[in-house]
């Protein structure tokens, strides 16, 4: 089982200060035939949001060189 990168796209909301105490909170946000996206947001130490990300994932066949259904892990955790 493998997954691939098909896209990512981040957007920078604010800046920060080095050192910093950050969280990161990531989801799966939506579940397709063979792809899915996973949001990500980085907060500062206020709660405030400075990041925010998606990547869109594809499950991804090597051998036959080609995408695949979305793995029932994937979808038992989104549909969890």
Do not use: W
């Amino acid at each position: 089982q493998s997954i691939i990168m098909a896209s990512l796209k981040i957007d920078y909301l604010a800046q920060l200060k080095h050192p910093s105490s950050l969280v990161i909170g990531q989801r799966v946000s939506r579940v397709g035939s063979t792809s899915f996206d996973i949001e990500s947001v980085i907060f500062d130490e206020y709660e405030k949001p400075v990041c925010v990300g998606l990547v869109v994932a594809v499950c991804f066949d090597f051998d036959n060189q080609k995408p695949v259904e979305v793995y029932d892990s994937i979808k038992d955790d989104f549909n969890g």
